[in-house]
């Protein structure tokens, strides 16, 4: 069975940086794409980062464009999303998604129903 698992959260100061990791784990992992969303409080879960494998494109939240990056490492089956200049309002339960079957024409990588895959999340505290 494949999971994914994030690693990384944790405290950081405004303005400072976090980099958050998700890695499958399970004896077979193929992912047509994987993305990050957040989750804050009281708050509907929310789209941060996308990469679409095949068409090597990376999607950005216009919150954090410029701030955040997401990669990949396919030998590892991997992903990372690095933070830097951390916001309050960047504070949230970050979750990794993967979507394991072959998207339609229509594929939005910030459409929550797009992903099939789910981590158990990883809660990142902005201190100001």
């Known amino acids: 069975q494949v999971q994914l698992v994030e690693f990384g959260g944790g405290l950081a100061q405004a303005g400072g940086s976090l980099r958050l990791s998700c890695a499958a784990s399970?004896?077979?992992?193929?992912?047509?794409?994987m993305a990050w969303f957040r989750q804050a409080p009281g708050k509907e879960r929310e789209f941060v980062a996308a990469?679409?494998?095949?068409?090597?494109?990376?999607y950005y939240a216009d919150s954090v464009k410029g701030r955040f990056t997401m990669s990949r490492d396919n030998g590892k089956n991997t992903v990372y999303l690095q933070m830097n200049s951390l916001k309050p309002e960047d504070m949230a339960v970050y979750y990794c998604?993967?979507?394991?079957?072959?998207?339609?024409?229509?594929?939005?990588?910030?459409?929550?129903?797009?992903?099939?895959?789910w981590g158990q999340g990883t809660q990142v505290t902005v201190s100001t």
């Open positions: 998604a993967a979507t394991t079957f072959l998207p339609a024409n229509n594929w939005s990588p910030s459409r929550l129903a797009e992903y099939d895959l």
């Open positions: 990469i679409r494998w095949g068409i090597s494109s990376t």
């Open positions: 399970g004896r077979t992992f193929s992912a047509y794409a």
